[in-house]
Structures are given as structure tokens and as C-alpha cells.
């Protein structure tokens, strides 16, 4: 299916989370999105428009609802990871080539998805210190071993030249943590990785329309 014939897509997430309209969950599916050149509907929900629509949602009998989730034609696809890989299995791309490839990127997007439970953790409810030994020592491991995963292939992504969802995901995480910012001595893959990302055309657009 190409990204035309994928049509009434939508994607639910919070209006601004810590006055950022990118910070938070919902980010990596746009970024998936919008590379893939989907028409789709962001639709943006306050708090209290999200208590609403939670309700409505257990009434509809979607079990523990929580955003992002996306539609296609109604229908509800619940979850950040889930819903990036129906997107990419519609689309036939962002995916690996066989099972091991596959097995690796489920592995990176559980990593990621660590991630971000122990960033938002940290920052939505962490103390100072908490905030701390984050910032000194649970931030610069996990991009160490990010900057690993990457040395594996030829990159720039995470399986050499193809992109896939996994890598949206880590590039989001990391432009929650430090707006992507990379010592290209130290992580050089990273920096290539961010590079790339950051150059892919449609993602570009995306990236200025964000500065507007
Ligand atoms: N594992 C889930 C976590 C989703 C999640 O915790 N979403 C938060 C916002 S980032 C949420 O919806 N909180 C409000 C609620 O649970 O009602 C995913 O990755 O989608």
C-alpha cells in the first residue's frame, strides 16, 4: 500500500506537553507520518478533552485506553509501538527483511520505550536528585549504547541504509532528552544517525514547520 492509498488516518495525543508540541509520545508516530507522506489528521486534545475521550473509549470497549493511539477509517489502534508497526506493515516499510531484523528492531523499540519511561519518570515526577543521576549517569549510558547499536550496521540507521520505525523512535527519545544534540567525537554513529534524520526531505519540511 502506498501512502495514498492509506486514507482517514488519524493520530490522538496531548496539545503541549511542558509547553512542547513535540515533546512526548505522539512525536514518533508523526515522524513515521510524516516521512512516509501520509495525509492524516493530528488531532490534539487537552486534558480535560482527554478525560472525555477516555471515558468514551472504555464505553466504546477499548481496554486502558491511552494516547497516542491512531485511527484508519474508525477504527482504533491503541498504543505508541503497536500502532507505528501496523503504519509501517501497511505501508510495507520501516520494517526489517527477515526475523532476525525484525527481532532486532522489536529489541531497539523496547529499549526506546525503556527509555522513555525512565525519562518521563524522571522528569514528570523524579526529585532533584533524581533529575541528577539522570542527567550524569542514566542519559550518557543510554547513548552509549545507543551509539553501539548503531556501530552494528554501516548506518546511518539502525539497519545500515534503510530507516525503519525503530530509529524515529530513538531519534524522538533523543530530542526529548537534549533537542538531538551530538558530540560527534564521542558518538560518531549518533551523530551521522542525527544527521540523516534530520536531512531525509519530507522530515525536513516537517522539522521547519515546527520553527514557524
Ligand atoms: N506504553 C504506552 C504508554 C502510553 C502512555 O502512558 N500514555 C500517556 C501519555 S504519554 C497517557 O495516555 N496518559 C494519560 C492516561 O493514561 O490516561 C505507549 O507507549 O503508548
Known amino acids: 500500500m502506498t501512502a495514498s492509498d492509506l486514507k482517514d ?11 512542547s508540541s513535540t515533546m512526548g509520545r505522539g512525536e514518533p508516530v508523526r515522524l513515521l507520518l510524516e516521512d512516509a507522506g501520509v495525509n492524516y489528521e ?14 468514551e473509549l ?25 500502532a507505528m508497526r501496523l503504519l509501517a506493515k501497511k505501508l510495507g516499510k520501516y520494517l526489517g527483511e527477515n ?3 525484525e527481532h532486532l528492531l522489536d529489541a531497539y523499540a523496547d529499549f526506546s520505550s525503556d527509555w522513555t519511561s525512565r525519562w518521563a519518570t524522571t ?10 543521576v539522570y542527567a550524569e549517569t542514566t542519559f550518557p549510558q543510554t547513548i552509549d549504547t545507543v551509539e553501539k547499536m548503531l556501530s552494528k550496521y554501516s548506518g546511518p540507521y539502525l539497519l ?4 525503519t520505525y525503530a530509529d524515529f523512535l530513538i531519534f524522538h527519545q533523543l530530542d526529548d532528552d537534549n533537542q538531538a544534540k551530538v558530540d560527534s567525537q564521542i558518538h560518531p554513529h549518533l551523530a ?10 519530507n522530515l525536513q519540511k516537517h522539522f521547519n514547520s515546527l520553527k514557524q
Do not use: C
Not at 58 to 82: C, F, L, S, W
Not at 123 to 131: A, H, T, V, W
Not at 160 to 163: D, K, S
Open 160 to 163: 545500515g541504509e534503510r530507516i
Open 123 to 132: 522528569l514528570f515526577r523524579g526529585s532533584d536528585e533524581d533529575k541528577k
Open 9 to 19: 488516518v488519524k493520530l490522538y495525543y496531548f496539545t503541549k506537553v511542558k509547553d
Open 58 to 82: 472504555i464505553k466504546e470497549g477499548i481496554p486502558g485506553p491511552t494516547m497516542p493511539y491512531i485511527t484508519i477509517n474508525g477504527k482504533h489502534y491503541a498504543k505508541t509501538v503497536p
Open 192 to 201: 551521522a544517525f542525527v544527521e540523516a534524520i534530520k536531512n531525509r526531505p
Open 99 to 101: 526475523d532476525d531484523e
Open 42 to 55: 493530528y488531532v490534539r486534545l487537552s486534558a480535560d478533552q482527554w478525560k472525555e475521550k477516555k471515558a
